[in-house]
């Protein structure tokens, strides 16, 4: 199965930027997406991309955040700017890892995102 490594998280103040990324071990990979899950509330998706590059962001975070990846290193970025206190959560990593019989979703262990003054 494939195994995904996550970076980049820490601790920013309002207003700054952080840069996520989640590199998987297998190549045989299709979507990518960034989750998020704030002390008490659900995981909710922030951001996702498709193979081709197509992109979809929730609300909260358009305008702010931009996914990007990279195929030739089966890595996906998540760019973080004007961070707001709400922005606060553990960020995982998803991957859709393709299979001869089809396909399954698989998580990482999350990077944690505070932003504070």
């Known amino acids: 199965q494939v195994q995904l490594v996550e970076s980049g998280g820490g601790l920013v103040q309002p207003g700054g930027s952080l840069t996520l990324s989640c590199a998987a071990s297998d190549s045989s990979i299709g979507a990518m997406g960034w989750f998020r899950q704030a002390p008490g509330k659900q995981r909710e998706l922030a951001a996702a991309?498709?193979?081709?590059?197509?992109?979809n962001y929730a609300e909260a975070v358009k305008g702010r955040f931009t996914i990007s990846r990279d195929n030739a290193k089966n890595t996906a970025y998540l760019q973080m700017n004007n961070l707001q206190p709400e922005d606060t959560a553990v960020y995982f990593c998803n991957v859709d890892y393709i299979y001869a019989w089809g396909s399954k979703s698989v998580w990482g262990q999350g990077t944690q995102v505070t932003v504070s003054s």
């Open positions: 991309i498709t193979y081709s590059g197509k992109t």
